[in-house]
C-alpha cells in the first residue's frame, strides 16, 4: 500500500497571504495525485488531478505542482472561503490512499 | 447537471449487515468508475471500494476486503456497498463519488454521504 503523508497538519495564513501545502508519497506516484478541499458538513470537491491540473471551475489562485513522490498545492491569495481541510489523494496503485489532510487556518 | 444520492445509512448492531445505495443521474453512468469514500468522526477521507466503469476491476481497502462488496446495477443507475460483518470502526459517513473516467481513479463529482453508525 502506498502511504501518502501530508504537512503540516494545521498551517495557520492571514487572508491574502499565500498558503503552501505538501503531500509524500512512500513511493514514485508519476503524476497521478489528485488534492480535494473539504468544508466541515460538505463533501470533498476536487481541485486539482495529474499532480497540476485544475478541475472545471477551479479558480486560477489554486496551483499544483511536482511529480513522483513529492507533490505541492499552492493557494496563491488566501480568500475566506479557502479556509477548510485538503487532501491529497494517490491513484497510481489500488488500493487508493488519501493523506491525512492539512487543516487550513485563518491567522 | 451530475447526481449522487446515497441512502441506506443507519444504526446497526456490530456484526450486522446493512446495504446502502447511490443514486446516480446526469452522466452516462456505465461509462465511469464509481467509488465508496468513508470518512469517521472527526477524521480523514479512507477509500473503501471502486469499481471500473466496465465493472471488470474491482478492488477493496484492506480493512473491508472479504466483509464488503461493491456492485451496481446499470439498468437503474445504482451503486451498492454490501456491508457484512460490522465493526465499530465501520463507523463513519460513507461516500459515493464518480470517477474522472471509467479508468481515472479520482472523483469529480460526491454525494453528501450516509452515515453508519455500528454500536450496540
Known amino acids: 500500500e502506498i502511504v501518502v503523508t501530508q504537512s503540516p497538519g494545521t498551517l495557520s495564513v492571514s487572508p491574502g497571504e499565500r498558503a503552501t501545502l505538501s503531500c509524500r508519497a512512500s513511493?514514485?506516484?508519476?503524476?497521478?495525485l489528485a488534492w480535494y478541499q473539504q468544508k466541515p458538513g460538505q463533501a470533498p470537491r476536487l481541485l486539482i488531478y495529474?499532480?497540476?491540473t485544475r478541475a472545471t471551475a477551479i479558480p486560477a489562485r489554486f496551483s499544483g505542482s511536482g511529480s513522483a513522490t513529492e507533490f505541492t498545492l499552492t493557494i496563491s491569495s488566501l480568500q475566506s472561503e479557502d479556509f477548510a481541510v485538503y487532501y491529497c489523494q494517490q491513484y497510481n496503485n489500488w488500493p487508493l490512499t488519501f493523506g491525512g489532510g492539512t487543516k487550513l487556518e485563518i491567522k | 447537471e451530475v447526481q449522487l444520492v446515497e441512502s441506506g445509512g443507519g444504526l446497526v448492531q456490530p456484526g450486522g449487515s446493512l446495504r446502502l445505495s447511490c443514486a446516480a443521474s446526469g452522466f452516462i453512468f456505465s461509462h465511469y468508475g464509481m467509488t465508496w469514500v468513508r470518512q469517521a468522526p472527526g477524521k480523514g477521507l479512507e477509500w473503501v471500494s471502486g469499481t471500473s466503469g466496465d465493472d471488470s476491476r474491482t478492488n477493496y481497502a484492506d480493512s473491508v476486503k472479504g466483509r464488503f462488496i461493491i456492485s451496481r446495477d446499470k439498468s437503474k443507475n445504482m451503486l451498492y456497498l454490501q456491508m457484512n460483518s460490522l465493526r465499530a470502526e465501520d463507523t463513519a459517513i460513507y461516500y459515493c463519488?464518480?470517477?474522472?473516467?471509467?479508468?481515472?481513479?479520482?472523483?469529480?463529482?460526491w454525494g453528501q454521504g450516509s452515515l453508519v453508525i455500528v454500536s450496540s
Open positions: 495529474g499532480a497540476s
Open positions: 463519488a464518480k470517477a474522472y473516467a471509467s479508468d481515472w481513479f479520482f472523483f469529480d463529482y
Open positions: 513511493q514514485s506516484l508519476s503524476s497521478s
